[in-house]
């Protein structure tokens, strides 16, 4: 008779083996060592870890060339730990374990959490283009994408929501990358307008020259205002 068993009971049970195994003592020219399913596991929780720092490292390559900055790719892949860490936390609270469908989550939420953050450094850089001192482009730029960040990103929650609930079938495979998803993003969008215009704040140092277009742009504004 088989059974299937998710990565966290297969987990388990192979420490539990090895501890085993680790504590029989064998004959001379005999060894014993826990394979088969356990072996695959490893594998792929490897190929999915390469695959998850290569497509942190292409995003940065793509950003940098964007920007025309070393520094603000960086500032902007700071989103990822912080998905990380809303992720962890919705698994454990959730009691869902680490698996392979978990880390395609993670993979793809690495590609969600880093727009909104796009989105804002880059009205940042916009408002400073304009002639605006860094905070008061800052102010600026987290008022202006405040509702399309929060907008987004509640479609990206209530559209995994079914998924994460475990309704349909078969969805009890697909339910640990939902929740991973949307634990990631929830969290990432909350301390997006928090800690990236704090870390924005402390380590650009890139002067901007106002261009014609950003000071006429900024009359206007400021015309309309008046």
């Keep these: 008779m088989t059974a299937n068993l998710s990565a966290g009971d297969l987990g388990t049970a192979v420490a539990e083996l090895e501890s085993i195994v680790a504590g029989v003592v064998m004959p001379v020219g005999i060894m014993a ?17 390469f ?3 290569l497509a942190v490292f292409l995003v940065y390559l793509v950003m940098a060339s964007q920007f025309e900055s070393l520094l603000h790719p960086f500032v902007i892949l700071l ?14 609270l959730t009691g869902t374990t680490v698996n392979v469908v978990a880390y395609i989550g993670l993979i ?19 408002a400073r283009e304009r002639g605006l001192g860094k905070h008061e482009a800052i102010m600026e730029a987290a008022k202006m994408r405040l509702r399309p960040i929060v907008i987004t990103k509640l479609t990206t929650i209530l559209g995994l929501l079914p ?40 380590l650009d140092r890139k002067r901007f020259r106002a261009t014609a277009v950003g000071a006429v742009a900024r009359i206007a504004t400021e015309s309309g205002g008046g």
């Design 33 to 49: 060592a826990v394979s088969g399913q356990s072996d695959d596991m490893r594998d792929s929780f490897r190929s999915l870890q």
């Design 51 to 53: 695959t998850m720092l």
């Design 79 to 92: 989103t990822i730990p912080l998905a990380l860490v809303g992720s962890v936390w919705a698994m454990f």
């Design 108 to 126: 793809m939420l690495a590609g969600i959490v880093v727009n909104q953050s796009i989105v804002l450094i880059d009205a940042v850089n916009q």
């Design 163 to 202: 998924m994460a609930l475990g309704l349909g079938e078969g969805a009890e495979i697909r339910r640990p990358m939902a929740i991973t998803v949307i634990g990631g993003v929830a969290v990432a969008s909350f301390f997006t307008l928090l800690v990236i215009p704090v870390v924005y704040s402390l």
